[in-house]
């Protein structure tokens, strides 16, 4: 089990400081739904990467006592099956579908000596075009419950769905973002560089699953 947890630095930030980090102990066990039964069950070690360096990354990990599963806090830097990190696959998907950029100009762009590949990088895009439609519609149905006045919402509701879902999740995210700053004191510093990261880690909470 995986809760996707932030902590509100970036990945230098959490290797540095990371004797000072404080891993949230949750108080119910998602698998069994059994209360105050996590014990401390040590870290794993998870090397993310961006194109010119490796980063080492210890996760917490929990154990709970009635289900005897673990529960590791990943840090919403790090997308769960994705070698790389997130800000560095955030800048391929903004070039590709924001700036509708061609595959030529988004490596040239965004990779480093050839890295990520151009293989690697049509592999997120195609994921994150996937996930894009379910992810776009989580996000209108709680702007539209929240935030009526949010100038995203299309008069044609949910079902009519983007036309380019990619690219309007993205700015779907930025709305949400918006929105955010005005709940969760936390978030208020967050710009447009936070936006999947933020994203992901609200989606996440929801049960939405896969992003990219
Ligand atoms: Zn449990």
Redesign the pocket.
């Known amino acids: 089990m995986v809760i996707v947890t932030e902590f509100h630095c970036l990945v230098h930030e959490y290797v540095t400081h990371f004797p000072q980090l404080v891993f949230p102990r949750p108080q119910v066990?998602?698998?069994?739904?059994?209360v105050d039964?996590f014990i401390g069950h040590g870290f794993y070690l998870r090397k993310p990467v961006s194109p010119t360096q490796v980063y080492r990354v210890w996760i917490k990990r929990w154990y709970?006592?009635?289900?005897?599963?673990t529960?590791s806090l990943l840090p919403s830097i790090l997308l769960r099956f994705r070698h790389y990190l997130l800000d560095v696959i955030q800048s391929i998907v903004v070039t590709r579908f924001e700036d509708s950029a061609s595959w030529t100009q988004v490596s040239r762009r965004c990779a480093v000596e050839g890295l990520p590949s151009p293989r690697t990088i049509r592999r997120w895009c195609v994921s994150f075009a996937a996930h894009a439609p379910a992810w776009w519609g989580a996000v209108q149905q709680t702007l539209a419950q929240h935030d009526a006045s949010s100038p995203l919402l299309d008069p044609l509701g949910k079902t009519a769905g983007p036309h380019d879902a990619p690219r309007a999740l993205l700015h779907a995210a930025l709305h949400l973002l918006a929105w955010a700053k005005t709940q969760w004191s936390d978030v208020v510093t967050y710009g447009l560089a936070d936006r999947l990261r933020f994203l992901w880690h609200w989606g996440a909470g929801q049960g939405l699953g896969r992003l990219i």
């Open positions: 066990c998602p698998g069994c739904h059994a039964v709970c006592k009635a289900c005897h599963h529960l």
